[in-house]
């Protein structure tokens, strides 16, 4: 009995939904208001589910991390936390345009020599008898300051400068020497009117020169060089600078700031090789899009381990860096907390992408990414190559067998990520390394081209705290306190901060068209500008903080201070680890 029940009910089921289909039928062919009706709505939900943000990025700033060492039963918690947080595809536009200053053509690189040091160079250059060689430290951009402030240091003491010997020992173990980076020829014949230079130390009288020896203190003043320096170099004839980077002070005349400039952004020249495959690179992105984001990612293990910061993967991480740490015995312990709060922390991979969305750079723009392994690999990278799918390397831009002359030997591969990320539209960088310093400075000089240094101080609570907000209100802070930090004119006092990253000497205004165009360029020009384009609901606390972030430039440690203008405040206390730290950060 029952078994016939169940058959009876099962040739039910075809015969009632026959019934309905042909009731449909008829009511919708009475009433083709309703059809329409109904097919409207299907419409709209479609639409509506195309043109939906993208779902909520649960990854905190170290969940990637997290889910690496197992901790994937917090998944459905975060994804709770952060369901009113949705980052939305597309950018959106403050005004100016994302990928140019809007005051640029009121400013421009100005380092040509005055008639007086003209001068007095050319009386200088006729003493030859005494011989400068350095011998410079770290990576491609470690070395180019110290290179630069040695042209400087030459002049100084009158010398006749041997070019300089490159790092080929440290943590890069590059064998490169200076003429297979650097056009020597045209360095020699470019700075010729400033300081005399030659290719190699020659001897007296068929007997080797040997050269003395010594070290110079850090941010060395003219006056330093002049007492330590010269009367050795009297005596000796000789003299060899060991450890070569910042031992020159910020604090210069403007000729000698100038002479700087003209090193660095005129008389450091690659070779032909290093200079025609990055225009390769460069050429090759600019097939892709007419515009494109640059972003220098320093998050390699071993930059991570000496930074002492922790980003959230657990036991193991700690243990993994922890491990290579330990390389390092004069490091002091620190505290992770501690850096991160004081912007001492890179941003991670997922970080700088969320900076860049808020700051309006949608999912369609490429991004030319400069870095070397990155710690946690490919699930690390996972949330900024989902925020940015159009993700670009010199290894995917080029084949192996046209990267093979450089890729045994890294500064030559900076130097192509070097060009890359200075002819970019837009440069940024999750770290403030000498790599990000030197292209800061440089494209302030050629035309103050968009640089975005992260305000990691303060984009660190917003990131903490981000689950809390929604993303209108997360992106108009990011974009706040981003203010001063974006590579506009005038954003750092002259003289504050190193040279090389605002060489203010060297960049002259151009008044009169600035008068024409009834400009006037400030910090909080740019936030009413945000105002008004914007229509940024900033409050008062928000417009604090960026008065404040301008002031942190006022804020020097004890590794920005000159010698002997605050000695007795640099003997001692903690300099050596502060001058580790920024050596191995070079690149």
């Given at each position: 009995m029952?078994?016939k029940?169940?058959d009876t009910?099962?040739h039910?089921i075809p015969a009632a ?5 042909l009731?449909?039928r008829y009511?919708l062919?009475q009433f ?10 299907l419409?709209?939900?479609a639409?509506?589910a195309?043109l ?5 990025i649960?990854?905190h700033?170290?969940?990637s991390?997290?889910l690496?060492?197992g901790?994937?039963?917090e998944?459905?918690t975060?994804?709770?936390?952060t369901s ?9 536009r ?10 640029s053509?009121f400013y421009?690189?100005c380092?040509n020599?005055?008639?007086s040091?003209?001068?007095v160079?050319a009386?200088?250059?006729k003493?030859?008898?005494r ?8 990576g491609?951009?470690?070395?180019r300051?110290?290179?630069?402030d040695g042209?400087?240091?030459?002049y100084i ?9 490159l790092d080929?020992?440290s943590?890069?173990n ?6 297979q ?7 020699i014949?470019f700075l010729?009117?400033?300081?005399t230079i ?9 007997k ?8 110079v ?10 007492t330590?320096?010269?009367?050795v170099?009297n005596k000796k004839?000789a003299?060899?600078l ?5 031992r020159l002070?910020n604090r210069?005349d403007?000729?000698l700031q100038k002479?700087r400039?003209?090193?660095n952004?005129?008389a450091?020249?690659?070779t ?8 390769k ?7 892709k899009?007419?515009?494109?984001i640059?972003?220098h990612?320093r998050?390699e293990p ?5 930074s002492?910061?922790y ?14 740490r330990r390389r390092?015995k004069?490091?002091?312990?620190s505290n992770?907390?501690k850096?991160?709060r ?12 969320l900076?860049?969305r ?7 723009v ?7 392994e990155?710690y946690g ?5 996972a ?21 093979a002359?450089?890729?045994?030997f ?10 890359v990320c200075?002819e ?8 403030n390394g000498?790599?990000?310093?030197i ?13 975005i240094?992260?305000n990691?101080?303060?984009l ?14 997360f992106?108009?802070?990011v ?5 001063g930090?974006?590579?506009e004119p005038?954003e ?9 990253e605002?060489?203010s ?5 151009d008044?009169a068209?600035?008068a024409?165009a009834?400009?006037t ?15 940024e609901n900033i409050?008062k606390?928000?417009t604090?903080?960026?008065t404040?972030e301008h ?7 004890l ?8 000695e007795t ?7 050596p680890?502060?001058?580790?730290l920024?050596?191995f950060?070079?690149d």
């Amino acid at each position: 009995m029952k078994k016939k029940k169940r058959d009876t009910k099962r040739h039910n089921i075809p015969a009632a939904v026959l019934h309905w289909m042909l009731f449909t039928r008829y009511y919708l062919l009475q009433f083709p208001l309703l059809s329409a009706f109904f097919g409207f709505l299907l419409l709209l939900f479609a639409a509506f589910a195309f043109l939906s943000p993208l779902p909520p990025i649960i990854n905190h700033h170290n969940h990637s991390l997290q889910l690496k060492n197992g901790a994937k039963a917090e998944e459905s918690t975060l994804s709770k936390e952060t369901s009113s947080f949705r980052v939305p595809r597309s950018g959106w536009r403050l005004g100016r345009h994302l990928w140019s200053s809007r005051s640029s053509k009121f400013y421009y690189g100005c380092s040509n020599a005055s008639e007086s040091f003209e001068n007095v160079a050319a009386d200088r250059r006729k003493n030859s008898d005494r011989y400068l060689l350095i011998a410079t430290s770290g990576g491609l951009n470690q070395q180019r300051t110290g290179i630069t402030d040695g042209v400087v240091a030459a002049y100084i003491l009158n010398a006749t400068l041997v070019v300089p010997k490159l790092d080929q020992k440290s943590f890069w173990n590059d064998s490169s020497d200076f003429a297979q980076i650097f056009d020597v020829d045209w360095f020699i014949s470019f700075l010729s009117k400033d300081v005399t230079i030659i290719k190699q130390l020659h001897g007296k009288g068929g007997k080797a020169l040997n050269p003395y020896r010594m070290r110079v203190p850090r941010k060395c003043t003219p006056t330093c060089y002049l007492t330590k320096v010269l009367p050795v170099l009297n005596k000796k004839h000789a003299v060899q600078l060991g450890k070569f980077d910042y031992r020159l002070s910020n604090r210069l005349d403007p000729d000698l700031q100038k002479l700087r400039c003209r090193v660095n952004y005129h008389a450091l020249k690659f070779t032909d090789s290093i200079l025609e495959m990055g225009k390769k690179l460069v050429q090759r992105m600019r097939m892709k899009s007419e515009h494109f984001i640059a972003l220098h990612l320093r998050f390699e293990p071993d930059m991570l381990a000496f930074s002492g910061c922790y980003f959230g993967g657990g036991e193991k991480e700690r243990m993994e860096l922890g491990k290579i740490r330990r390389r390092w015995k004069s490091l002091h312990t620190s505290n992770p907390d501690k850096e991160r709060r004081q912007g001492r922390c890179p941003l991670t991979p997922e970080e700088v992408g969320l900076m860049l969305r808020a700051l309006g750079f949608g999912s369609d723009v490429h991004l030319y990414v400069a870095s070397g392994e990155v710690y946690g690999g490919e699930e690390t990278l996972a949330p900024l190559k989902a925020l940015f799918p159009n993700f670009h390397s010199k290894e995917t831009l080029a084949s192996m067998r046209e990267l093979a002359p450089f890729s045994s030997f890294s500064s030559r591969m900076a130097a192509l990520d070097f060009i890359v990320c200075d002819e970019s539209d837009v440069f940024s960088t999750n770290n403030n390394g000498n790599m990000a310093k030197i292209l800061a400075g440089r494209r302030r000089y050629f035309g103050h081209k968009p640089t975005i240094r992260p305000n990691a101080k303060k984009l660190y609570k917003l990131f903490m705290s981000r689950h809390n907000k929604t993303w209108e209100e997360f992106a108009s802070r990011v974009r706040t306190h981003q203010i001063g930090f974006m590579g506009e004119p005038n954003e750092v006092k002259p003289g504050r901060g190193e040279f090389h990253e605002n060489p203010s000497s060297c960049i002259c205004e151009d008044s009169a068209a600035k008068a024409r165009a009834g400009l006037t360029l400030t910090p909080q020009n740019l936030l009413d500008e945000s105002h008004k384009n914007g229509k940024e609901n900033i409050n008062k606390n928000e417009t604090s903080d960026v008065t404040d972030e301008h002031s942190i430039e006022d804020d020097q440690d004890l590794t920005d201070m000159d010698y002997m203008d605050r000695e007795t405040a640099i003997k001692g206390k903690g300099l050596p680890g502060e001058m580790l730290l920024e050596e191995f950060f070079s690149d």
